[in-house]
């Protein structure tokens, strides 16, 4: 059942049209879905919130004023340190149920569980229902995504944005229809609000495999992903232009900046200073290394202690995977399935690099490699499966990995 199913969605995705679920697929992502929302939600209750974040959040639910300005403080002295959108999720939970720990990380708790339905979903889509439940399983028992699911981080919303953003890339893909790249420039807009300059980096692949693959002429693809971007522009503005506008002593001061600017917290301290550089892009040292960092740059802080145990567990398959559906793909009716692969590969290259040339790279940012590698490990996991039939010739190649 499984091997027709795959075999299914493989002609069904060289014809352009999504394979159908099979009678088990929905029925298994729903206990996947409900029993990863029980561990994560399990004494919920009882968690720590922030110090910093908690504070902040409880007085954004308390007063409409410090909702808009994302303040800290009753006072309204400074707002917090970072673009307030993930906050604001939170402080409408927190003034919808009350201020408890459970209703703070409510939304944290369900945006990781649509995380896997969606990533389910968008890797379906791409190689069938088996790639797209391993790959759901794998993002929901990834150590990492269980630990911050029950936090108020805001890389839980980053990433759910960005996966719906990857599906939308794909319908544009697919479709050949301006609508989905729009879509899917609006979706990482709102991820700026959650992880700001961050939630950019996901335009690396999206674009580069969007002129790849797209079956328009250049000047079109071009011109509609300046037009996407430019929406992108538009949706991450939504809080920073007003904190531009509002004079500084009619509002409180951004923290996070040292000259109460708004611009020097987001592309500053939440952007530069995260890579060693001065807000204006200046090389910059501080106590201890860069900026006071944790370490300067180092090509291997994938592999390293702090990286490796939290996501790299499948680094093996899903690169196996990659690399398999790169050569293996090469033909004309495989567009699409290429398409894919390179869009996830080079998801994950970027975000590897962007940390390993950070001179903070808290554990916790790592959640963005997470789907990429979920979505690679599942690939590889249907190709391993189909390839056990007579037709195929590479039979060896699953257990061949597994052993290395």
């Not at 939308?168 to 301006?178: H, M, N, P, R, Y």
């Not at 939630?199 to 071009?222: K, V």
């Not at 987001?266 to 952007?271: E, P, Q, R």
């Not at 900026?291 to 145990?309: K, R």
């Amino acid at each position: 059942m499984f091997e027709s199913h795959v075999l299914i969605a493989e002609d069904a995705d060289n014809a352009n049209v999504p394979a159908p679920d099979p009678v088990w697929a929905r029925p298994a992502l729903l206990v996947l879905a409900i029993a990863s929302g029980v561990l994560y939600g399990w004494d919920v209750w009882r968690m720590h919130l922030h110090l910093y974040y908690g504070a902040a959040v409880k007085t954004m639910s308390s007063s409409w004023p410090a909702f808009l300005y994302g303040a800290y403080d009753p006072g309204m002295t400074t707002t917090v340190d970072k673009v307030p959108g993930v906050f604001w999720l939170q402080a409408l939970s927190a003034w919808l149920f009350g201020f408890h720990s459970w209703s703070v990380l409510l939304p944290q708790v369900l945006g990781s569980v649509l995380t896997i339905l969606v990533l389910y979903r968008v890797v379906r889509l791409w190689s069938g229902p088996v790639a797209g439940i391993v790959a759901a399983a794998v993002y929901a028992t990834t150590p990492m995504i269980a630990a911050l699911a029950r936090t108020q981080i805001p890389d839980v919303i980053l990433v759910l944005l960005v996966v719906l953003a990857a599906g939308a890339w794909w319908q544009a893909i697919k479709t050949g229809k301006l609508a989905p790249l729009l879509w899917c420039g609006v979706l990482i807009g709102l991820a700026f609000q959650a992880k700001m300059v961050h939630a950019w980096s996901a335009w690396l692949p999206f674009a580069l495999t969007y002129l790849f693959a797209a079956t328009l002429p250049w000047q079109r693809r071009l011109a509609r992903l300046a037009a996407a971007g430019a929406v992108t522009v538009a949706v991450s503005a939504i809080w920073v232009v007003p904190m531009l506008l509002i004079p500084a002593s009619s509002r409180p001061y951004i923290d996070g900046s040292m000259d109460n600017s708004v611009l020097s917290m987001v592309f500053g301290y939440n952007a530069f200073n995260r890579f060693g550089l001065s807000n204006d892009g200046a090389a910059t040292l501080g106590v201890g290394g860069p900026l006071g960092g944790i370490h300067g740059p180092a090509w291997d802080y994938m592999f390293s202690d702090a990286a490796a145990p939290q996501v790299g567990w499948l680094y093996p398959i899903a690169l196996a995977g990659l690399i398999a559906g790169l050569l293996w793909s090469r033909s004309r009716a495989d567009r699409l399935r290429l398409a894919g692969y390179a869009m996830w590969g080079l998801w994950l290259l970027t975000q590897a690099v962007t940390f390993s040339l950070s001179v903070k790279p808290h554990s916790f940012y790592l959640l963005s490699v997470v789907p990429p590698i979920a979505g690679l490990a599942g690939a590889a996991a249907a190709r391993w499966w189909s390839s056990r039939t007579p037709s195929q010739n590479r039979s060896w190649w699953g257990p061949a990995t597994v052993v290395i």
